[in-house]
């Protein structure tokens, strides 16, 4: 039997104008995928879990593929992303480890990372280069063992940069009713600009310099 | 005066599979919801007209985003329903000169017919209260396999002088329907109910 077996797709998009201040003239859009898929190894240790971390690459894009269209937007207008996963019960905080790779590969890649996808799943796909491009930063994540309709505030930060504090965020992710306890939810998130009234200074978007996925 | 709206969130919950078994074609469910500026927070105000107003145009605009995001022609809807949360500082009635009066009407157009009532819930709440938006079948009230809820929720509303208003759509009923009763196929679609 595949180690995939979807039972629910989740998407959100959101359009904010403002937060009590001045109404943005665009509103700040920002969207999230969760996928509900049976947990293969729930209600047991099940000391080798890498195929499933394999099997999910194709699920990581299809998922990338999907938000981006639901947002309607083109993929030149994604500026932060993070990621996260909610296991049932029955499951282990590791099962959302898996996320890591083929859930940040996906958004990365999507997004026009040119990096090596070989060394991305080896976990040194990040080396800067010190050149200008897509998706240079680490997509950073959240993870945790939950109940059905459990809460999972995922983390956004600027796709080319981690130290842009205008894009510095997060995005309550919450579907209803899901993990069961032999389940794992599964997010993507993304957002196509910075906090509606951002105004904290630090590293701005047009300030990025280094090239380095951090600054 | 048209809404005053702070933010806009649309979701689709589409199930493929329940209980192991495929679920074919997939049930899918929108929720369009709109965070609102309350105009009576605060205060007793005796004509709830602006609020009604603006339940006109959110029952269009929202019902649109619902059948937008399903991708469907208007006519493949089959259920839908409506909420509204009120913040602390507003009351109870302002939820319903928004969804009772005018919300209807530019809904229905948006799903093309609608002979039966929108099925509806309300209540007060903080910032992050969850409704559950009833579902029922949009031209017969009594196909019992359309009967259903969705639960909405907008993590950082309603504030105290916000009104947060949800609009259901569906495409399909309940995943694995078998519970008898009323068949979608079986309907007339005239008086609303059967």
């Known amino acids: ?25 665009h509103p700040l859009r920002r969207g999230a995928i969760a996928a509900v898929l049976t947990n293969p190894f729930a209600g ?33 207008a994604i500026q932060g992303y993070g990621k996260g996963a909610i296991i049932g019960a029955a499951g282990e905080l590791e099962h959302g480890a898996l996320w890591h790779v083929p859930g940040g590969y996906a958004m990365r890649e999507l997004l026009g990372w040119k990096g090596d996808a070989a060394a991305y799943k080896a976990g040194q796909g990040g080396a800067p280069t010190g050149q200008r491009g897509n998706a240079l930063a680490i997509v950073p994540s959240t993870k945790k063992v939950g109940p059905p309709g459990a809460t ?12 842009v504090r205008s894009h510095f965020d997060a995005f309550e992710v919450r579907v209803p009713g899901a993990p069961r306890p032999d389940e794992l939810v599964l997010v993507l998130a993304m957002s196509c600009g910075p906090r509606v009234h951002a105004r904290v200074g630090g590293l701005a978007a047009d300030a990025i310099a280094q090239w380095d996925g951090q600054r | 005066m048209p809404a005053d709206i702070r933010k806009l969130v649309v ?4 199930i493929r599979r329940e209980m192991g078994r495929d679920v074919n074609p997939p049930t899918r469910r929108a929720l369009a919801i709109a965070v609102i500026a309350n105009p009576f927070a605060g205060r007793y105000v005796e004509n709830l007209d602006a609020l009604i107003a603006i339940g006109e145009e959110l029952g269009g605009l929202l019902g649109e985003k619902c059948v937008q995001a399903l991708g469907i022609a208007p006519g493949q809807a089959q259920s839908y329903g409506k909420a509204a949360i009120v913040g602390e500082a507003g009351e109870l009635e302002h939820a319903a000169a928004i969804l009772h009066p005018k919300l209807g009407a530019p809904l229905r157009k948006a799903v093309e017919k609608g002979a039966a009532l929108v099925p509806s819930a309300k209540k007060q709440g903080g910032v992050g209260t969850a409704i559950d938006v009833p579902l029922g079948h ?4 009594f196909v019992r396999s359309h009967f259903d809820a969705i639960e909405a929720r907008v993590s950082d509303a309603p504030r105290a002088h916000e009104i947060v208003v949800a609009v259901a759509v569906t495409d399909s009923g309940r995943p694995l329907p078998r519970v008898g009763g009323l068949q979608a196929h079986e309907i007339v679609g005239q008086d609303g109910l059967r």
Do not use: C
Request: net charge negative; hydrophobic share 45%.
């Open chain 1, 1 to 25: 039997m595949s180690l995939i077996d979807i039972r629910r797709v989740f998407t959100q998009v959101e359009d904010i104008w403002h937060e009590g201040g001045p109404r943005a003239e």
């Open chain 1, 44 to 76: 047991r240790y099940e000391p080798d879990i890498l195929p499933m971390m394999e099997a999910l690459n194709p699920v990581g894009l299809d998922m990338a593929r999907r938000l981006l269209a639901a947002m309607a937007v083109p993929a030149e």
């Open chain 2, 138 to 141: 949009k031209d017969a009230a």
């Open chain 1, 152 to 163: 999972l505030d995922v983390p956004l930060t600027h796709i080319n940069a981690s130290y």
């Open chain 2, 11 to 14: 979701q689709v919950d589409e």
